[in-house]
């Protein structure tokens, strides 16, 4: 079971049988067989008829529905949460304080001790001083971190966190062509930050994923703050596979050479089009601040093909296997997750004490 991707500029999906039918604009085919899917993203000016899309509604498969720029459209989902009383007990959990506190303050130390590692990496390959004083200092405001009293300053150890982590992050990219100037979104404006801010996207899906087949509100978050429209939950739970499976993965894409810079096209667009939010509209909020003007403005997008490869390595990624501390033995990347999310639930319920989050040795 797993994830299909259809990513093309002009296609038609069709039923055949029992199964898909995706052909593309330029008269390429490709079967899909439901049985083995688990959900589909279909990104791009893709027609979907009407014997496809009840096909899929029977077999119940969660579709995604993306723009030709990665904006989230909409989904179709089959899982609604039925446990009225584990949402009440989210959203009565919401009133308490204390609680609050402790889930913000674990996924930000989540974070920032899987940034902290990744720098510790970099750090033993570069050996530079500059590094180990990044170190130091994300060691300091994990130090802060774990004594804060409030959420508000939490948020503000994890900005600087990032902020120190982005500036050694930059040091593992190797390829000349390979351009990285720090977080930037809406739109991404170098090469490194499409495949970031594209990963993070497909990051923040599969969480979402998790979160719904437990059965919880995506929407009732800790550490990020509620607004109306935002899945604060699911940008709290992925904060900790930022660094360990979205990062690690952007660099190995260029360093390996699997991504070359004909991959990427240059986009000039307005924020206010339709289309403008790229693949880091949802995923990125946290890092860094909306651009919000009606001028024309330059932005760097991942190509067609440039964007399979990256949906390949990640659902490669995610059944990489690794070890999984609470449970004492290896898992792949996809089965954390959702553990991880199960494990929040029974902190929800008073079934586990506190929420761990998963940190990188």
């Not at 989540?110 to 200092?137: A, D």
């Not at 360990?244 to 810079?261: E, H, P, Q, W």
């Amino acid at each position: 079971m797993g994830t299909v991707y259809i990513l093309s500029d002009h296609g038609k999906l069709a039923k055949q049988n029992d199964a898909l039918m995706f052909v593309s604009g330029s008269g390429e085919t490709r079967k899909i067989f439901l049985h083995r899917t688990d959900r589909i993203i279909i990104a791009g000016n893709i027609e979907i008829t009407g014997s496809a899309l009840r096909l899929i509604m029977r077999n119940q498969i969660d579709t995604i529905f993306l723009s030709a720029n990665g904006k989230f459209n909409g989904k179709l989902e089959f899982e609604e949460g039925k446990n009225v009383f584990l949402r009440k007990r989210q959203y009565e959990s919401l009133k308490e304080p204390d609680f609050c506190l402790k889930i913000a303050r674990s996924i930000a130390i989540g974070k920032i001790s899987n940034q902290i590692s990744f720098m510790q990496r970099i750090n033993r390959k570069s050996n530079r001083i500059n590094v180990e004083s990044t170190i130091e200092q994300s060691k300091r405001n994990l130090a802060a971190v774990e004594i804060a009293k409030s959420i508000e300053s939490i948020r503000g150890h994890e900005g600087l966190g990032s902020k120190l982590y982005f500036s050694a992050f930059r040091l593992n990219i190797n390829p000349e062509w390979a351009i990285f100037k720090g977080r930037s979104m809406n739109p991404p404006r170098d090469n490194v930050n499409a495949v970031m801010s594209f990963l993070y996207t497909l990051l923040m899906y599969r969480v979402d994923s998790f979160i719904e087949m437990e059965g919880l509100d995506p929407y009732a978050g800790y550490l990020h703050t509620l607004e109306y429209g935002k899945r604060s939950l699911t940008f709290d739970l992925m904060e900790e596979y930022r660094a360990s499976i979205c990062d690690t993965l952007a660099c190995a894409l260029f360093n390996l050479g699997i991504l070359t810079a004909s991959d990427f096209e240059i986009v000039d667009f307005s924020v206010t089009s339709d289309d403008a939010p790229l693949h880091q509209a949802e995923a990125d909020q946290s890092e860094t601040e909306q651009i919000e003007t009606s001028e024309a403005i330059k932005g760097i997008l991942l190509s067609k093909v440039g964007a399979k490869k990256v949906a390949e390595k990640f659902e490669e990624k995610m059944e990489s296997v690794i070890f999984y501390p609470p449970e004492n033995q290896r898992m792949s990347n996809q089965k954390i997750i959702a553990n991880q999310v199960h494990r929040f639930r029974r902190v929800l319920q008073n079934e586990e004490a506190e929420y761990k989050p998963f940190i990188i040795r």
